[in-house]
RNA sequence: GUGGGUGUAGUUCAGCUGGAUAGAGCGCCAGAUUGUGGCUCUGGAAGUCGUGGGUUCAAAUCCCAUCACCCACCCCA
């Protein structure tokens, strides 16, 4: 073949689009229930707004991100995550100055990524997020989650493991930071390379490292839920009770530091254990500076992002059941002598809100009859010469075998008593 | 970005210690069944053997490069 896709991104043929209008649906239900709103941002963004906010030291910047220049010199990203363009959409709009919170969400939204694609991980993904403004407690961060969970279980997936962190605020981690670093400077020597360069550039990132050598030493640094401030203390015991009282089980995992500079207080991610597929399926927390470092008000803020190929590939993995939405109704089987008749039938039986399908390819009588049983159709309507001569159609219902002969002008009525 | 594996019909794969017209299942099309599907049987279409170069009398098979996918690391959704 000539052409073919870029390097890590993912047609979605039209045999597999209902699986991911399937999720979307659920999405869009769950979403409304919990009283958000759907929010769309444009796939392109300055790439300042993501050097402000994501930070200019995280490995999403500093190697992953799509930056060109447009033509008029105007330095340009592809979105590498969803929050930073909706915090820019608040802000240009002033949705500040509504009544707190707001609660948004966005779905099907492309997100790009410079990165070695593997399965679960492309260039280009899908992320659904949600986003909420102007809600300080911690009982918001609790409905992120617990509307992230309740996703993964209306599409079928199960074994998944909560894990959540605080990682303080502009307040208290600086006095962490030193602590740690202080740690790590004195055993400097046992470290790996990448974390040897690490402590530079961003010491707490070495507590995410994979290497043994790196988490014995981890294992014995400071905490920082051992150096919160009063505050950030407070709103992490209140998550865990929120948690604790809707019953949702979860881990605090003193490791979890999030790729991305905006986090402060709480982090979380919810991990898959799925055979074969193993990894973060949603990651999210709170980043209370951020509206503040891009040049807007003091107004915290929360939210999550969640992967749809992740998403997907998981629940497959999980051998969840999709449903297949469409399912062709009446298939209109024409003797060449009425294709015209059949024709205006399909169109007349659309009309009254029936799902049908009429042969455009010239397929014989029988094989249109064997290409209506391949779609699934539960009636054949049945348009020979004689019926044609009678004013009438048959319709055979593929499920019993049953045909019936009814009048041209009352087949639709008669089609929706069978499909009853 | 680092290390390893794999690329053969639409698809899943066989063939690979070099040898003649490159095979199978599923799928697709047609017929058996001259107005009636599923099962069965018969036939058919479909492949620059990922791409480019090299070795050789001869390459799907060996060598090099390149592209893509998969796995691990890194990072993340």
Same mark, same amino acid.
């Given at each position: 073949?000539?052409?073919?896709?870029?390097?890590?991104?993912?047609?979605?043929?039209p045999?597999?689009?209902?699986?991911?209008?399937?999720?979307?649906?659920?999405?869009?239900?769950?979403?409304?229930?919990?009283?958000?709103?759907?929010?769309?941002?444009?796939?392109?963004?300055?790439?300042?707004?993501?050097?402000?906010?994501?930070?200019?030291?995280?490995?999403?910047?500093?190697?992953?991100?799509?930056?060109?220049?447009?033509?008029g010199?105007?330095?340009?990203t592809?979105?590498?995550?969803?929050?930073?363009?909706?915090?820019?959409?608040?802000?240009?709009?002033?949705?500040?100055?509504?009544?707190?919170?707001?609660?948004?969400?966005?779905?099907?939204?492309?997100?790009?990524?410079?990165?070695?694609?593997?399965?679960?991980?492309?260039?280009?993904?899908?992320?659904?997020?949600?986003?909420?403004?102007?809600?300080?407690?911690?009982?918001?961060?609790?409905?992120?989650?617990?509307?992230?969970?309740?996703?993964?279980?209306?599409?079928?997936?199960?074994?998944?493991?909560?894990?959540?962190?605080?990682?303080?605020?502009?307040?208290?981690?600086?006095?962490?930071?030193?602590?740690?670093?202080?740690?790590?400077?004195?055993n400097?020597?046992?470290?790996?390379?990448t974390?040897?360069?690490?402590?530079?550039?961003?010491?707490?990132?070495?507590?995410?490292?994979?290497?043994?050598r790196?988490?014995?030493?981890?294992?014995?640094?400071?905490?920082?839920?051992?150096?919160?401030?009063?505050?950030?203390?407070?709103?992490?015991?209140?998550?865990?009770?929120?948690?604790?009282?809707?019953?949702?089980?979860?881990?605090?995992?003193?490791?979890?530091?999030?790729?991305?500079?905006?986090?402060?207080?709480?982090?979380?991610?919810?991990?898959?254990?799925?055979?074969g597929?193993?990894?973060?399926?949603?990651?999210?927390?709170?980043?209370?500076?951020?509206?503040?470092?891009l040049?807007?008000? *003091? !107004?915290?803020?929360?939210g999550? +992002?969640?992967?749809?190929?992740?998403? %997907? =590939?998981? $629940?497959?993995?999980?051998?969840?059941?999709?449903?297949?939405?469409?399912?062709?109704?009446?298939?209109?089987?024409a003797?060449?002598?009425?294709?015209?008749?059949?024709?205006v039938?399909?169109?007349?039986?659309?009309?009254?809100?029936?799902?049908?399908e009429?042969?455009?390819?010239?397929?014989?009588?029988?094989?249109?009859?064997?290409?209506?049983?391949?779609?699934?159709?539960?009636?054949?309507?049945?348009?020979?010469?004689?019926?044609?001569?009678?004013?009438?159609? *048959? !319709?055979?219902?593929?499920?019993? +075998?049953?045909?019936k002969?009814?009048? %041209? =002008?009352? $087949?639709?009525?008669?089609?929706?008593?069978?499909?009853?």
């Amino acid at each position: 073949m000539q052409y073919q896709a870029p390097k890590g991104t993912k047609d979605v043929t039209p045999k597999e689009s209902y699986k991911w209008q399937y999720i979307e649906d659920i999405i869009r239900e769950i979403c409304d229930k919990y009283g958000f709103s759907e929010t769309r941002t444009p796939v392109i963004e300055h790439t300042e707004l993501f050097l402000r906010s994501v930070g200019d030291t995280t490995d999403v910047v500093q190697k992953e991100m799509y930056t060109f220049l447009d033509k008029g010199d105007r330095s340009i990203t592809l979105k590498p995550e969803g929050t930073a363009g909706v915090a820019r959409m608040f802000m240009e709009h002033g949705l500040f100055n509504d009544a707190q919170p707001t609660k948004m969400y966005y779905l099907y939204c492309p997100v790009f990524r410079y990165d070695k694609p593997q399965a679960g991980r492309l260039r280009e993904h899908h992320q659904f997020g949600v986003e909420v403004y102007g809600a300080p407690r911690a009982s918001v961060d609790a409905e992120c989650i617990a509307l992230a969970l309740e996703l993964f279980e209306r599409v079928g997936i199960h074994g998944l493991c909560v894990n959540i962190n605080s990682i303080g605020c502009p307040q208290c981690r600086p006095i962490y930071n030193a602590a740690l670093a202080d740690y790590l400077r004195a055993n400097y020597d046992g470290l790996c390379e990448t974390c040897k360069s690490r402590f530079e550039k961003n010491p707490l990132r070495i507590l995410d490292c994979k290497e043994q050598r790196c988490k014995d030493i981890c294992a014995g640094a400071p905490m920082i839920t051992d150096y919160l401030c009063e505050d950030c203390s407070a709103h992490f015991d209140e998550l865990k009770g929120c948690l604790n009282s809707l019953d949702i089980s979860y881990k605090v995992d003193p490791f979890i530091v999030r790729g991305l500079d905006y986090y402060t207080k709480t982090v979380f991610e919810i991990i898959a254990n799925s055979n074969g597929y193993s990894g973060t399926v949603c990651g999210g927390g709170r980043y209370d500076c951020l509206m503040e470092q891009l040049g807007g008000p *003091k !107004l915290p803020g929360v939210g999550f +992002g969640l992967g749809m190929e992740r998403l %997907l =590939l998981t $629940a497959e993995l999980c051998g969840a059941f999709i449903p297949q939405q469409r399912q062709v109704e009446v298939y209109v089987a024409a003797a060449d002598a009425a294709r015209v008749a059949g024709f205006v039938l399909a169109a007349q039986l659309r009309k009254a809100g029936i799902k049908t399908e009429f042969d455009h390819v010239g397929r014989s009588f029988k094989a249109q009859f064997k290409y209506a049983d391949k779609l699934n159709a539960r009636i054949v309507a049945i348009l020979g010469e004689d019926e044609l001569r009678d004013d009438r159609v *048959k !319709l055979k219902n593929m499920q019993n +075998g049953e045909e019936k002969s009814v009048e %041209l =002008l009352s $087949a639709a009525q008669s089609i929706k008593e069978i499909l009853a």
